[in-house]
């Protein structure tokens, strides 16, 4: 039997691949991180962000997202609260659920692009309270809080 040496350079794959064997192992543990994560961990945050944006208290019961290209979010069980003078337990509006989809794409690119918008169940009651004042008139968009830019791209 011949035993051949195995020059330097030629370095097991392992080593000569190691920041692509990284690359890999990190964006595998992204994926199961993210199919495993319970994003109701979230669901403060875009409560407070809702209420601020709409002047108006605004729950969640489920908050869920499944990872893509385009993310699927999605909103279970949303209110948004009467404002102050309307009975406390009654609601401007209620919707059972609210799936979006963002392309990741164009929100690289600074843009907010929703291809996909699914309501399911959404009931509104307008009214108007003892002051007279209608509960559709949202203080945080009056005001210009809101933060939303509106294209007719």
Do not use: Y
């Amino acid at each position: 039997m011949i035993a051949m040496a195995v020059p330097a350079e030629d370095a097991s794959f392992a080593r000569r691949h190691r920041g692509w064997l990284i690359a890999v192992a990190c964006v595998v543990v992204l994926i199961v991180a993210g199919a495993l994560f319970d994003w109701n961990w979230f669901r403060p945050v875009v409560e407070a962000r809702l209420s601020a944006a709409l002047g108006r208290a605004v729950t969640i019961d489920h908050l869920a997202v499944k990872l893509s290209r385009a993310p699927l979010i999605t909103l279970d069980r949303i209110a948004v609260a009467n404002p102050q003078g309307f009975p406390p337990d009654s609601h401007l509006g209620e919707v059972d659920r609210l799936s979006l989809r963002v392309d990741l794409r164009q929100l690289l690119h600074g843009t907010v692009a929703i291809p996909e918008l699914t309501i399911d169940h959404p009931v509104s009651r307008l009214e108007r309270g003892p002051s007279r004042e209608p509960n559709w008139k949202l203080a945080g968009l009056a005001e210009g809080k809101s933060g939303i830019v509106t294209s007719t791209k």
